[in-house]
Structure formats: structure tokens, C-alpha cells
């Protein structure tokens, strides 16, 4: 199933600590925005990546987008305070696709076949959402104490891609735009339409470079990979 992909890149990093935009930080010597970029650049079925950006780093990314060979950038958007206003700004573009994938830059990880099933479910149902089930013991808690243990079969986790029917997509934002409503994720605003939002299991190691512990396990995660090929 085609699609396009809109890469929110206007963080600032602050978890990370890095004084910088974690996005150029370097993986095994290339910016983690570089990794991400190269999935959807590499995937037949990726038409076309819309990215948001701070103003004063656009210069910088589109000197990375030549020197790595990344042709299928359309647009690079003005990113907003929030990460929703950085998609929302892309959402408001991006056209000639029935499919639109979010996915955050910062998750370099994502496996090819995962975004494959997230673009068949959004054209089949309408919203699709990559997420793992949870591995630990589940607690409810207030003020540090256990209000009550949360049965684990119904819990996921919940990553990015989110994809999206372009029309859902625009409706859900355009609605949360209208009623000051900010969402977590692209999912919660599809929710609040009353429209379902399915589940597409993903892997564990579609994981979202946050903190300094996160480069340890990107490491890890090239190095294992390398290993398999
Ligand atoms: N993002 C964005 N615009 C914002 C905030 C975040 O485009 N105003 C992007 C980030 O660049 C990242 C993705 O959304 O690719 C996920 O956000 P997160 O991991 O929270 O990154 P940061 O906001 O940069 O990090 P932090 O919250 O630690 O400052
Ligand atoms: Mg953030």
C-alpha cells in the first residue's frame, strides 16, 4: 500500500540533554535523523516524507538531506511549541496520498513490515496504531501508593507509525484545532472523533531515542543487526 509519512523534527531534546537537537546526534556515525529518514527513503511504498523542523535548523538538515542522498523529502514544515502543532503542520500540506503515516524521528528503529501492515489496516479500517503489549506487572498508583493492579492482557504500549485515511487524518485535526485539544498522540485525536483505532503489533526495538540510556540501546540495536546480515 502506498503512503506518505509526516516526520515531526522540532524537538528540542531537553530528556536527552545533549544541549542540542538529539535528532543530530550521531548512531554509529550517522544522525539519528539520517537513520529514520533512510527507512521511508529505502520503503518502495513511501512517496513521499514530510518534515517539520525548527526554522533555524532547516539549513542544517537540508545540507544532511544532500549529503546522505534523502531525495524524497517534499516539504519541510515549520514546527510548532507542541508536537501535535509540529504535525499538525504537515497534516495541513500534505496531499496526492490516500494514506498518511506519522512517525517521530526519533524512532530510527521501525521495521519495514510493521509500516507495511500499518498502511493496509489505515486503508482497510481508517486508523492503525504500532504497539506492543506490556511486559511488567501493571500498577495504578496515587500519591506513590498502589490503587490497584491493572489487568496486563488489555494494556499496550503504544508507539509510532500511526497511520491514517488521509480524510481521517485532516478531520481529527482539524477538529482538535478548532477545540484547543491537545493529544499525546495522533491516535487520541482519531479517538475523540469516535472513530475506532486499531492495533498493529510491533517490535520492541521501535524504540524512541529519549534519554542518554536510548543511544546505548540504538547502539546495540545497529550492532545486532549488522550481525543477523
Ligand atoms: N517534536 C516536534 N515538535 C515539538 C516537539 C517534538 O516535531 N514541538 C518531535 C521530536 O523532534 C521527535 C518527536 O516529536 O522526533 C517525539 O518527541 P520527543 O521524543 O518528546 O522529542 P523532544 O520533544 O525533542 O524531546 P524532549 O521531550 O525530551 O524535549
Ligand atoms: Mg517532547
Known amino acids: 500500500?502506498?503512503?506518505?509519512?509526516i516526520l515531526p523534527a522540532a524537538g528540542s531534546g531537553k530528556r536527552m540533554g545533549a544541549g542540542e537537537n538529539k535528532?543530530?546526534?550521531?548512531?554509529?556515525?550517522?544522525?539519528?535523523?539520517?537513520?529514520?529518514?533512510?527507512?521511508?527513503?529505502?520503503?518502495?511504498?513511501?512517496?513521499?516524507?514530510?518534515?517539520a523542523a525548527k526554522p533555524e535548523e532547516q539549513d542544517d538538515i537540508r545540507s544532511l538531506l544532500d549529503?546522505?542522498?534523502?531525495?524524497?523529502?517534499?516539504?519541510?514544515?515549520?514546527?510548532?511549541?507542541?508536537?501535535?502543532?509540529?504535525?499538525?503542520?504537515c497534516v495541513k500540506v500534505v496531499e496526492g496520498t490516500d494514506i498518511v503515516l506519522v512517525h517521530d524521528a526519533a524512532r530510527p528503529f521501525i521495521h519495514?513490515?510493521?509500516?507495511?501492515?500499518?498502511?493496509?489496516?489505515?486503508?482497510?479500517?481508517?486508523?492503525?496504531?504500532?504497539?506492543?503489549?506490556?511486559?511488567?506487572?501493571?500498577?495504578?498508583?496515587?500519591?506513590?501508593?498502589i490503587q490497584e493492579t491493572v489487568n496486563r492482557e488489555n494494556l499496550w504500549i503504544i508507539q509510532t507509525p500511526q497511520a491514517f485515511k488521509s480524510s481521517v487524518l485532516k478531520e481529527a485535526?482539524?477538529?482538535?484545532?478548532?477545540?484547543?485539544?491537545?493529544?499525546?498522540?495522533?491516535?487520541?485525536?482519531?479517538?475523540?472523533?469516535?472513530?475506532?483505532?486499531?492495533?498493529?503489533e510491533s517490535t520492541y526495538d521501535n524504540i524512541k531515542m529519549t534519554t542518554v540510556d536510548d543511544l546505548i540501546f540504538g547502539e546495540a540495536i545497529i550492532k545486532s543487526r549488522q550481525e543477523e546480515n
Open 1 to 5: 500500500m502506498k503512503y506518505e509519512v
Open 23 to 51: 535528532l543530530f546526534l550521531k548512531l554509529n556515525g550517522i544522525p539519528i535523523l539520517i537513520h529514520t529518514l533512510n527507512v521511508f527513503q529505502e520503503d518502495q511504498d513511501c512517496s513521499g516524507i514530510w518534515l
Open 67 to 89: 549529503e546522505y542522498g534523502i531525495t524524497k523529502v517534499k516539504s519541510i514544515e515549520t514546527g510548532g511549541d507542541e508536537r501535535q502543532h509540529s504535525v499538525q503542520a
Open 112 to 145: 519495514k513490515e510493521v509500516i507495511s501492515r500499518l498502511a493496509d489496516e489505515a486503508d482497510r479500517s481508517g486508523a492503525a496504531v504500532a504497539g506492543v503489549r506490556a511486559k511488567d506487572t501493571m500498577k495504578l498508583v496515587e500519591d506513590g501508593v
Open 173 to 200: 485535526e482539524e477538529r482538535a484545532e478548532a477545540d484547543g485539544f491537545l493529544g499525546t498522540d495522533e491516535a487520541m485525536l482519531v479517538e475523540r472523533l469516535g472513530h475506532p483505532v486499531t492495533i498493529v
